[in-house]
T-cell receptor, first 116, second 110 residues
Framework: NAGVTQTPKFQVLKTGQSMTLQCAQD?????MSWYRQDPGMGLRLIHY???????DQGEVPNGYNVSRSTTEDFPLRLLSAAPSQTSVYFC???????????????FGPGTRLTVT | TQLLEQSPQFLSIQEGENLTVYCNSS?????LQWYRQEPGEGPVLLVT?????EVKKLKRLTFQFGDARKDSSLHITAAQPGDTGLYLC??????????FGKGITLSVRP
């Protein structure tokens, strides 16, 4: 049981490049989400999904796209990378979107992205 | 937007000392969670509190949810170097979305 996996662990992009951060979970969780963590800013929600085929925006969605074609996978796409997107990105999954705060969110190990 | 303020932002103490840190808001939360994050890893859930006034213990860690469900505290007894890390609180509002605080960086010196 691998839990939540993220690839790559580290990535350097040039401004304007695009890329996809991968996230997969093997716990059959309905709810998946993407956060970014910046120094002094805590965790901020980018996008989330309550099930396959359903996604919605979080607090800071601009510059990012997501899709959820399967229960297991929830990739995050950077359309045209900018230095402001330099951050650590975490994917998380949870057993249920209903009463989210009552269920544990399982986080992946993170992807450290630098945009130059 | 529901905001969670965590204090203090940084704390450095000697092994064996006791400490209390706080998570405060002007908003009411249906539940509140505490996570611990170690360098290079994702956050890991420590506890979820749901009822106003609820107290939960996890070994040397004691968590309390305020009576009005707007705030929470974490007390650590006899801190150990293994307690070092970033402590995040997260509150669930009416829409069930989680709002995270900015975190408290704790360093416990041997």
């Amino acid at each position: 049981n691998a839990g939540v996996t993220q690839t790559p662990k580290f990535q350097v992009l040039k401004t304007g490049q695009s890329m996809t951060l991968q996230c997969a979970q093997d716990m059959n969780h309905e709810y998946m989400s993407w956060y970014r963590q910046d120094p002094g800013m805590g965790l901020r929600l980018i996008h989330y999904s309550v099930g396959a085929g359903i996604t919605d925006q979080g607090e800071v969605p601009n510059g990012y796209n997501v899709s959820r074609s399967t229960t297991e996978d929830f990739p995050l796409r950077l359309l045209s990378a900018a230095p402001s997107q330099t951050s650590v990105y975490f994917c998380a999954s949870s057993n249920s979107a209903l009463g989210l705060g009552r269920y544990e969110q399982y986080f992946g190990p993170g992807t450290r992205l630098t945009v130059t | 937007t529901q905001l969670l303020e965590q204090s203090p932002q940084f704390l450095s103490i000697q092994e064996g000392e006791n400490l209390t840190v706080y998570c405060n808001s002007s908003s009411v939360f249906s539940s509140l969670q505490w996570y611990r994050q170690e360098p290079g890893e994702g956050p890991v859930l420590l506890v979820t509190v749901v009822t106003g006034g609820e107290v939960k213990k996890l070994k040397r860690l004691t968590f309390q949810f305020g009576d009005a469900r707007k705030d929470s505290s974490l007390h650590i007894t006899a801190a150990q170097p293994g307690d070092t890390g970033l402590y995040l609180c997260a509150g669930a509002g009416a829409n069930s979305k989680l709002t995270f605080g900015k975190g408290i960086t704790l360093s416990v010196r041997p």
